[in-house]
């Protein structure tokens, strides 16, 4: 039986605006891709990313221009090959991997995880803003044992400073998004250290990573944007200490898995991340993230709406996916 292929875009309203160095945002963007087969579908959800120059509509060309391949049948294995890493690849190995569970009657962290997967704990984001306003943010969200904080500007201090003040019990990721240079990268550093932080991503633009080979690293540094998939590890031994691992890089779970493993054998530390997408690009992420050290999968936590079914939050903690959502 022939499959069936569908293309669809989606908007979901962020509660109040997301704000990182790069910008604003106030609603996700995502393309989601249905694929049928034998009376089941499979969906996956990507998150097009203007820094890796991704649209909705730039991906959804690529999709439907592979869209026959995937009616005669393309398996997960070719589609490695026939996409690159990026948001396109992402959604249509969802989909292939939720299919493919729905058909064998069989879940998808039988193939993906070590033990029976559970609730994880996911980081909380606190948009970047003035120090008072990021201040206000992070009390709020002080019961959390786990806040990652957007900061990337000439003078984060204050900022690391007042949210590290409201919320003592909470540990803080800080993330740069390319925001730190080189000539404030060690203040920053060490402001980080004073204040306990536990990890910060991506402090400086990808392409510039070799400036940490020679600077101390007083908190463990974590890429971001400067690692993809696992051809990306080599190039950052001696400067990161861990990877954020996100499904909309690498292309998809089969590439995030094989990501994973390679970092763990590099000896590097793991974050499993994500774009601010729905329940359904978080789905699979959790499966990935049972073994992960730092989890950030609070997309949902973050919109005005999700999709329904949705993903179950308990306050911090994130449950697996429900076969009515995905795999």
Not at 30 to 57: H, K, L, N
Not at 129 to 141: I, L, N, V
Not at 273 to 278: F, K, Y
Not at 301 to 312: E, F, I, N, V
């Amino acid at each position: 039986m022939a499959r069936s292929f569908r293309v669809d875009i989606e908007r979901f309203p962020i509660a109040g605006g997301f704000t990182i160095s790069r910008g604003t945002k106030t609603e996700a963007e995502v393309v989601t891709c249905s694929i049928g087969e034998a009376g089941y579908v499979g969906r996956g959800e990507c998150v097009p990313y203007p820094r890796y120059d991704e649209s909705q509509q730039s991906v959804s060309a690529v999709l439907e221009g592979i869209a026959a391949d995937i009616e005669n049948g393309l398996t997960r294995k070719d589609l490695q090959s026939a996409l690159p890493a990026g948001a396109a690849r992402n959604a249509v190995d969802c989909a292939l991997w939720d299919l493919e569970a729905k058909m064998a009657s069989q879940r998808a962290h039988h193939a993906v995880c070590r033990i029976l997967p559970r609730p994880v704990v996911t980081a909380y984001t606190i948009s970047l803003g003035s120090p008072e306003d990021m201040a206000a943010q992070a009390r709020q969200a002080s019961h959390r044992p786990l806040l990652k904080v957007k900061v990337g500007t000439d003078d984060d201090y204050a900022r690391i400073h007042a949210v590290a003040s409201v919320a003592p019990n909470s540990r803080i990721i800080l993330d740069a998004n390319e925001g730190w240079t080189k000539d404030n990268i060690r203040d920053h550093l060490l402001a980080a250290a004073q204040f306990h932080v536990a990890l910060v991503e991506q402090p400086l633009p990808a392409g510039q990573d070799e400036i940490l080979r020679d600077i101390p690293h007083p908190v463990p540094i974590c890429a971001d944007e400067s690692v993809h998939t696992a051809d990306s590890l080599d190039a950052l031994a001696g400067l990161y200490d861990a990877v954020n691992i996100k499904l909309d890089k690498t292309g998809g779970l089969t590439a995030a898995l094989d990501l994973r493993d390679q970092a763990r054998k590099r000896g590097f530390g793991v974050m499993v991340g994500c774009m601010v997408g729905s329940s359904l690009a978080m789905a699979p992420a959790v499966l990935l993230a049972q073994d992960a050290d730092y989890v950030d999968l609070d997309g949902p936590l973050l919109l005005a709406r999700d999709r329904s079914p949705g993903l179950r939050y308990s306050g911090s903690l994130v449950s697996p996916p429900e076969p009515a959502l995905w795999g």
